[in-house]
């Protein structure tokens, strides 16, 4: 059974930097697209960014563009989210997930195109 691991979360100040990290166990990583979604309190699931299975292509919502990136390192089995210059507004609980189908070359941008989701990790940013 494939799992995935959220890590790297915490209260950081505005204008700070946290790198999450996702560790999926099992075989076949390498072949999804991923994705990193976040949900804050009271507010809908958002896409954050996307990459495909060799990192050939990347996407990211206009909230965090600029600011966050998206990567992944196949022999590691993981997937990273680099934030930089973090708001208050970018507090919510993050989750990486794996699309249901492999070898994407245009990932999804919805949460129906993910079928398997990390438990989520809590960023919070202080004002």
């Known amino acids: 059974q494939v799992q995935l691991v959220e890590s790297g979360g915490g209260l950081v100040q505005a204008g700070g930097s946290l790198r999450l990290s996702c560790a999926a166990s099992g075989r076949g990583f390498s072949d999804y697209a991923m994705g990193w979604f976040r949900q804050a309190p009271g507010k809908e699931l958002e896409i954050i960014a996307t990459?495909?299975?060799?990192?050939?292509?990347?996407f990211y919502a206009d909230s965090v563009k600029g600011r966050f990136t998206i990567s992944r390192n196949n022999a590691k089995n993981t997937v990273y989210l680099q934030m930089n210059s973090l708001k208050p507004e970018d507090t919510a609980n993050y989750y990486c997930?794996?699309?249901?189908?492999?070898?994407?070359?245009?990932?999804?941008?919805?949460?129906?195109?993910?079928?398997?989701w990390g438990q989520g990790t809590q960023v919070t940013v202080s004002s």
């Open positions: 997930a794996a699309e249901t189908s492999p070898d994407s070359v245009v990932p999804g941008t919805t949460s129906r195109n993910y079928g398997l």
């Open positions: 990459i495909t299975w060799n990192s050939g292509r990347t």
